[in-house]
């Protein structure tokens, strides 16, 4: 069974930095590309970022682009997501997702974990 | 970056009745493979995300058959065919064909 469990979860203030971890299981975490989509308290689905599943190549939203980084450790089947210069809009549920391909291009998310929470205030 | 938008944003049903959920998306979601990469997801309250449908009408492992998903191009349909109970919750449209994956706004699925 697929498994993605997030963690990194806390309050942090404008400007500082939180790492978010994905532990993934059930399955060659080598193989896949993965994801991270945010939700806003009260809103809509916002897709953040991505990586290959070598990590070669990365992808993120304008939003935080400059600010966050992704990466993956295939020998822990664990994957990143390193925030910085944080800002209250930045306060969500961060997911981490797994669709069918080792791209991060035209790649469904299949499988989510149950979400992690950046709060951001002062 | 494609906008999707849904409608309607909130969908009263009576259980048992059938339901639909539309998605528009800005510009056709028709990738150069030939693919058009329109999923459904649905979110119950205090709970994550689920896949229920991709590349339009593709039902994911587990799914009722109850969902089901259509369109072409830019227009996209979701549709239950009886309500349950267990059917409550927000469902969104997302597109995976460019990249940036985009959702709607999401649609409030409640029972009458």
């Known amino acids: 069974e697929v498994q993605l469990v997030e963690s990194g979860e806390g309050l942090v203030q404008p400007g500082g930095s939180l790492r978010l971890s994905c532990a993934a299981s059930g399955f060659s975490f080598s193989t896949y590309a993965m994801h991270w989509v945010r939700q806003a308290p009260g809103k809509g689905l916002e897709y953040v970022s991505a990586i290959s599943s070598n990590g070669d190549s990365t992808y993120y939203a304008d939003s935080v682009k400059g600010r966050f980084t992704i990466s993956r450790d295939n020998s822990k089947n664990t994957l990143y997501l390193q925030m910085g210069s944080l800002r209250a809009e930045d306060m969500a549920v961060y997911y981490c997702?797994?669709?069918?391909?080792?791209?991060?291009?035209?790649?469904?998310?299949?499988?989510w974990g149950k979400g992690t929470t950046v709060t951001v205030s002062s | 970056d494609i906008v999707m938008t849904q409608t309607p944003l909130s969908s009263p049903v009576t259980l048992g009745q059938p339901a639909s959920i539309s998605c528009r998306s800005s510009q056709s979601l028709v990738h150069s493979d030939g693919n058009t990469y329109l999923s459904w997801l649905q979110q119950r309250p205090g709970q994550p995300p689920r896949l229920l449908i991709y590349k339009i009408s593709n039902r994911f492992s587990g799914v009722p058959d109850r969902f089901s998903g259509s369109g072409a191009g830019t227009d996209f349909t979701l549709k239950i065919s009886r309500v349950e109970a267990e059917d409550v919750g927000v469902y969104y449209c997302?597109?995976?064909?460019?990249?940036?994956?985009?959702f709607g706004q999401g649609t409030k699925l409640e029972i009458k």
């Open positions: 997302m597109q995976a064909t460019q990249s940036g994956y985009t």
């Open positions: 997702a797994r669709g069918y391909s080792g791209s991060y291009y035209t790649d469904p998310l299949f499988h």
